[in-house]
């Protein structure tokens, strides 16, 4: 192949890439102007480029990602990260003490009389950006970097105690060292009665369900399936032991929002409608529905 035609090729490659981020950006940015990282750009940006995933949906599975990661970075570094609307700084550093501050949600009451929940993260550019698209609030659930937030301090822990019946909830990823996480926030927490440390996922079934796209890292060791939840299926544990990972970030942000609201927030009440008002006053009172 002559220089020439190599160029011609790398200049179309790089317009496509060019052009495929652009898209992503969009669809991550749905709906509302959602903020996002540079990994979710990045899982966007291997939907984009994958026309056949749609009609593959329903087909449970964990595709390799249609782009190595390397060939994004340098997409996106010739793009310029500063002319894509929504995305996040791509490293967020280490919290400090005021960024944990600001994690709090806006009723103090939760931390005065008790926290009836709380989310931690194990990727902090996750966490990240949950708290960037205002799910602290939405939630009214405080939402930490594990790495950053463990052991919890003396203050959260008191306010999860007085909680009566308060929840931890931990996002991970479905890898090896993931599935580990909920196990470690437990221990990390300490005799700390009446708190409940839940697992919102991902496991590797969850993955399969999404088609997300999954990786390979260094298998764990034979002792590291000793910590893994005991409700994994066996052809789980078995994609695990192979080193296989499937991210957090992997997930669509509009649909991981979602996910981390409904199941944080818990069921909402009913709302109020006309008939459930008149089917309550049928015991309201004396002037209760006539029944003849």
């Known amino acids: 192949m002559s220089k020439s035609t190599s160029t011609g090729t790398s200049t179309r490659t790089t317009r496509l890439l ?3 981020i652009g898209a992503a950006a969009v669809r991550a940015a749905d709906p509302g102007g959602l903020r996002f990282t540079e990994r979710q750009l990045y ?3 291997c939907r984009v480029l994958s026309p056949a995933a749609p009609l593959l949906r329903r087909v449970p599975g964990t595709p390799p990602p249609a782009l190595r990661l ?22 967020p550093p280490q919290a400090t003490p005021a960024d944990l501050a600001r994690s ?3 009723e103090p009451d939760l931390y005065d009389y008790g926290l009836p929940r709380l989310l931690l993260c194990q990727d902090r550019s996750i966490a990240a950006m949950l708290l960037a ?4 609030l939405e939630a009214a659930c405080p939402v930490l970097a594990a790495p950053d937030a463990l052991p919890l301090a003396p203050l959260l822990l008191a306010a999860l105690e007085r909680a009566d019946g308060a929840t931890v909830h931990v996002l991970h990823d479905a890898s090896p060292e993931g599935v580990q996480l909920p196990a470690r926030v437990r221990a990390a927490l ?5 708190v409940r440390v839940g697992s919102l996922g991902l496991v590797p079934r969850h993955a399969a369900a999404l088609r997300l796209p999954s990786g390979r890292g260094p298998a764990p060791g034979p002792a590291a399936g000793a910590d893994w939840p005991a409700a994994l299926r066996p052809r789980e544990a078995a994609w695990l032991a192979r080193g296989r990972f499937a991210q957090v970030a992997a997930v669509p942000p509009a649909r991981l929002v979602r996910t ?5 927030r818990g069921p909402r009440p009913p709302r109020d409608s006309m ?4 089917n309550g006053l049928r015991t309201a009172g004396f002037m209760t529905w006539p029944t003849a």
């Not at 008939?275 to 008149?278: D, F, I, S």
């Open 260 to 264: 981390v609201l409904r199941l944080t």
């Open 18 to 20: 060019d052009l495929a």
């Open 190 to 194: 300490g005799p700390v009665p009446g």
């Open 43 to 45: 899982y966007e940006t």
């Open 275 to 278: 008939w459930g008002e008149l």
């Open 70 to 91: 390397p060939s994004f970075t340098r997409a996106l570094d010739a793009r310029g990260r500063e002319t894509v609307p929504g995305l996040l700084p791509s490293a």
């Open 104 to 106: 709090r949600p806006s």
């Open 133 to 136: 698209n205002h799910v602290h």
